[in-house]
């Protein structure tokens, strides 16, 4: 199974980080290309993208910085997006993101939502500081 991280250094405090981060209504401001819309359905989060629409939910631990994201087409296959939130000693937060890639997946969708993660990551930076 392949996998890709990302990584960013953002002058930003760990506690402004997460809170943004797991926030499910701030997935359409920084995850442009996955979450082109947010829809709230009774309990459930749908996220519509080129692809179709995703069930997706955030699962957070403060006190480990761990952001689990789960995204799939029904609650029952939904894959899981761990990233977390980190406090360096100069009190900048280091960001990670880690996608694998699903049985069937084919290679060049992989590297394509690889691709597109590394530009939303952009967004992060923008939004949170570089």
């Known amino acids: ?3 890709r991280t990302v990584t960013t250094v953002l002058d930003a405090s760990p506690q402004l980080v997460f809170d943004y981060m797991a926030d499910v209504d701030h997935l359409p401001e920084w995850a442009t290309e996955f979450a082109r819309e947010l829809r709230q359905e009774g309990d459930d989060v749908k996220v519509v993208n080129g692809l179709g629409e995703f069930y997706f939910s955030i699962k957070a ?3 480990s910085g761990v952001i689990d994201m789960f995204a799939g087409p029904t609650k029952d296959a939904m894959a899981v997006f761990p990233t977390r939130a980190v406090a360096l000693p100069d009190g900048r937060t280091a ?7 699903t049985s069937g997946m084919p290679d060049e969708l992989f590297e394509a939502q690889y691709r597109s993660l590394q530009r939303e990551f952009a967004n992060i930076e923008r939004i949170l500081g570089p």
């Open 1 to 3: 199974m392949n996998s």
């Open 61 to 63: 631990d403060r006190a």
């Open 95 to 101: 960001y990670s993101f880690t996608m694998f890639q």
